[in-house]
């Protein structure tokens, strides 16, 4: 092991900007689908040297159409049959809600939110978070579930012709998240990750004024519901999120991941927002790591997390460092072992 953790408190003076120190790395090891099964132990062998300031855990989430779980119903589909049924997101899943006319009884078929041994696992690894700050991790808040119950073609379309209905079903969605938030803080959790692709690479996946109307109440309820448990909101948002930045912030999200790279302006980002939030920044996953020799990465990082101090860190604290993204298949383990000891090492430079 290079070093040891972080202490919670200095993790927690990083997040609230109340005093500067060493930068805390969490979602450093984020691994992508396919890294585990390419590498195996060889993979945990290199994660093993590089700890995490922040422990994460996360509850079994309901499955899409078929329950992973003894009870059937823990899922988010409501048909018992989806065969043949409109595929979206590169034909991965399907359309679980493909006429409007069965939202009654997609709703009367909603996933428990308190699905007993859900959070077991949760329960059964607390031992090894020691005295780090907790982090629960909770994927697709609002956009992001919606877009997975209706598909994003007949999302976009719902923006227009169906607010209402969306409203409805983005309701109940904020009421099962905030179950999620209850059961992270009746275990003692100091924060709730969530992840909403807001983004694309040059703008939003909606207009300022849909988010407004729709998904904005929802995000001001959940926060104030974290805050009310004395947690912070941490939020993941792939794309360029420039112009919502405001919003999320006026909302109560406290920490943003990750200022995505080639999207989002890492120095104008940092002076205009920095003094209102706090940046949990990644590392490039989409072009340095796959594609540079071990030489490559390590200049590359050492430079990106200078970079990333330079602009971003304040003398009171805000910035926090991870990987962009999830690191994926084609990376070379070589390139992951120097992006974690570059991240580990450097990251105490403060300017």
């Given at each position: 092991?290079?070093?040891?953790?972080?202490?919670?408190?200095?993790?927690?003076?990083?997040i609230e900007r109340k005093g500067g120190g060493p930068v805390p790395l969490v979602l450093h090891?984020?691994?992508?689908?396919?890294?585990?099964?390419?590498?195996?132990a060889a993979l945990d062998r290199v994660a093993a040297n590089y700890p995490d300031d922040i422990?994460?855990?996360?509850?079994?989430?309901?499955?899409?159409?078929?329950?992973?779980?003894?009870?059937?119903?823990?899922?988010?589909?409501?048909?018992?049959?989806?065969?043949?049924?409109?595929?979206?997101?590169?034909?991965?899943?399907?359309?679980?809600?493909?006429?409007?006319?069965?939202?009654?009884?997609?709703?009367?078929?909603?996933?428990?939110?308190?699905?007993?041994?859900?959070?077991?696992?949760?329960?059964?690894?607390?031992?090894?978070?020691?005295?780090?700050?907790?982090?629960?991790?909770?994927?697709?808040?609002?956009?992001?579930?919606?877009?997975?119950?209706?598909?994003?073609?007949?999302?976009?379309?719902?923006?227009?012709?169906?607010?209402?209905?969306?409203?409805?079903?983005?309701?109940?969605?904020?009421?099962?998240?905030?179950?999620?938030?209850?059961?992270?803080?009746?275990?003692?959790?100091?924060?709730?990750?969530?992840?909403?692709?807001?983004?694309?690479?040059?703008?939003?996946?909606?207009?300022?004024?849909?988010?407004?109307?729709?998904?904005?109440?929802?995000?001001?309820?959940?926060?104030?519901?974290?805050?009310?448990?004395?947690?912070?909101?941490?939020?993941?948002?792939?794309?360029?999120?420039?112009?919502?930045?405001?919003?999320?912030?006026?909302?109560?999200?406290?920490?943003?991941?990750?200022?995505?790279?080639?999207?989002?302006?890492?120095?104008?980002?940092?002076?205009?927002?920095?003094?209102?939030?706090?940046?949990?920044?990644?590392?490039?996953?989409?072009?340095l790591l796959p594609e540079g020799t071990v030489a490559e990465v390590r200049a590359g990082v050492?430079?990106?997390?200078?970079?990333?101090?330079?602009?971003?860190?304040?003398?009171?604290?805000?910035?926090?460092?991870?990987?962009?993204?999830?690191?994926?298949?084609?990376?070379?383990?070589?390139?992951?072992?120097?992006?974690?000891?570059?991240?580990?090492?450097?990251?105490?430079?403060?300017?």
């Open positions: 092991m290079v070093r040891e953790p972080l202490s919670k408190a200095a993790v927690v003076n990083t090891k984020w691994w992508g689908n396919g890294l585990r099964e390419k590498y195996g422990f994460l855990s996360h509850p079994v989430a309901p499955a899409m159409t078929v329950s992973g779980t003894a009870n059937p119903n823990y899922r988010w589909g409501h048909r018992s049959d989806y065969r043949g049924a409109e595929s979206h997101s590169i034909g991965e899943n399907v359309v679980l809600l493909p006429e409007w006319d069965e939202l009654d009884w997609f709703l009367a078929d909603f996933p428990n939110p308190r699905e007993p041994g859900s959070f077991d696992k949760v329960r059964a690894s607390l031992p090894a978070a020691g005295g780090r700050y907790k982090l629960g991790m909770w994927w697709h808040l609002f956009h992001e579930r919606l877009w997975m119950i209706r598909g994003m073609e007949n999302l976009m379309v719902d923006y227009f012709e169906e607010m209402e209905r969306l409203k409805i079903l983005g309701r109940r969605i904020l009421e099962f998240n905030k179950a999620m938030v209850d059961q992270f803080a009746e275990l003692g959790f100091d924060a709730f990750f969530s992840s909403d692709d807001l983004g694309h690479q040059a703008g939003l996946m909606m207009s300022p004024e849909v988010f407004q109307e729709l998904y904005y109440p929802l995000y001001e309820e959940l926060a104030a519901h974290i805050h009310g448990q004395g947690m912070h909101f941490f939020l993941h948002s792939c794309g360029d999120n420039t112009a919502l930045m405001d919003e999320l912030i006026r909302a109560g999200v406290d920490v943003f991941h990750p200022v995505q790279k080639g999207c989002m302006d890492e120095r104008a980002t940092a002076a205009r927002f920095g003094e209102r939030i706090s940046f949990l920044a990644g590392v490039d996953v989409q072009h050492r430079a990106g997390v200078r970079e990333l101090i330079d602009h971003m860190a304040r003398p009171d604290g805000g910035l926090l460092l991870a990987a962009g993204n999830g690191i994926m298949p084609d990376t070379p383990l070589e390139n992951i072992d120097a992006m974690l000891d570059e991240m580990a090492l450097y990251r105490a430079v403060r300017r």
